[in-house]
């Protein structure tokens, strides 16, 4: 099993990719929307929305190659290790099979026939879609190698490969600038391009790297496949609901909207994403660690893992979304120039939704670890279905767009209390301990924080520099209370260790 060396490793090379990737991502987008424009920027999100439609696939069995990969590291036992990685590879290039037939068929015909697009960008919006639908299934191909490297806590690899992702897509984007022709489709082609080196970088470096990832020799097993489709199905169920809540809720704002709505919402969602990766990367930290606790038949430890990574998870959003929420209308305008309308409203809800769904990804992950998925995916599926039946409801209605917001929030604070009592039955997760170790020290640091914090916004003088020193000030505010209320003792002791050995090995460097 790992250790909390490991673990703080892995967690610093993950941090290390996020804070490069998020300012590149950020600069990017911003380029992207000013060489686009915001109707072709939103044509594009609506576009290639319907092939990310499809990426329940790849999530689906993301989830479930690295449950079953950590689930074989965990026991020991490297030939199933071999056998699950040939099993997965199957899954995956039938995936791609029947993901390219569906898209270029159905996904086509609703591109011609049911997108509300403006007629002289129809053309244009077709090669984006099939642009979308090559970068997806390459895509595909790169999951199982992602899975492999993160259930193996390399984290280093995976964030190199990222940084490095992240800087071509960059440098891509410069050539979108200058290059001559229609800009949407050239972003598009170029998109595809960056996805397809990607992938083969991925797949070259797990080749070298790891035994079980070979192509010499065939190796199948029936029952570990009805295994991995057994966990997959119901997965695949909840992975659909995902989708299906995120793309058609965009979808439907096309219809009833424009393009510019979309885009305002396509602003909210890359700012909510790059805010959420500063949990996401400490939770992929943890997804093998919780699985090879329980493998091992290490329940305390995984309680551990959890109680921890929930708290921890938070704090990182929690530590940037509410500067954020307060000044949101500055930063948009420092970013880029002039947002798309609605935007500002927008965001602060996405990152209220952010928000509540960061405390519920170390309770997700220890979900999946007895491989047990029917009664999880298919009540919070089911919940995440009514998310879009209630958000077209209340457009339908005659509500404004920011409705779907509103819904969403409502919804997830549901989700959270169902997804606590479902875990209880699947791992034996105490309730009463997760409330007391993690909610009640949350809602203390959220109150503590947020106060001060909205009296500082209150009374600042207009202005850039009011406005920095109003972030900076609910920065420190916010850090101040996760030390000091979100954490107990021991643990700020093992952080005071932990950077006084940081700063000696710095000093000794020196």
Known sequence: MSSSKTIIKNTLFLYIRMFLTMAVTL??????????????????????????????FTGTMASATQRFFSFALGQGNFEKLKITFTVNLVIYVSIAIISLILLETIGLWFVNEKLQLPAVRFESARLVFHYSVLMFVSTVFTTPFMAIIIAHEDMKIYAYVSVAETIMKLILVFF?????????????????????ITAFIYIVICVQKYRECQFKQFYWNRNLLLEIVGFTGWTLFGQLTTVIRNQAITILLNQVFNPIVVAARAVAMNISAQTNQFANNFNVGLYSPIIKSYAANDKNGMYSLIFNGSKITFFLIWVFALPLFLEMD???????????????????????????????LPIGTAARAPGKMKLYEMILGSI????????????????????????????????????LMIVRLLVGLPVDLFFSRVIFPLSLVILLSAIP???????????????????????????????FIGINKSEREKFRILLMNRVSKGFKAV
């Open 453 to 483: 914090s909205f009296a500082i916004y209150s009374v600042r003088p207009d202005g850039f520099i009011s406005s920095c020193l109003s972030m900076m000030a609910s920065i420190i505010l916010a850090s101040i209370s996760m030390f």
């Open 27 to 56: 600069y990017t987008y911003r380029l992207v929307l000013n060489a686009l424009g915001v109707e072709d920027y939103g044509i594009y999100n609506v576009v290639g929305g319907l092939v990310t439609f499809f990426s329940f």
């Open 176 to 196: 979108l600038i200058y290059l001559k022709g229609d800009k949407l489709a050239l972003y598009g082609l170029l998109s595809s391009v960056a996805s397809l």
């Open 384 to 419: 995440q279905i009514a998310i879009f039946g209630i958000s077209w409801l209340v457009l339908v209605m005659g509500s404004n767009a920011y409705a779907v917001f509103i819904v969403a929030i409502v919804i997830n604070l549901i989700m959270f209390v169902v997804r």
């Open 330 to 360: 500055i930063v948009l305008k420092v970013w880029l120039k002039n947002p798309p309308e609605y935007s500002v409203l927008f965001t602060r809800l996405a990152l209220v939704e952010a928000l509540i769904n960061s405390v519920s």
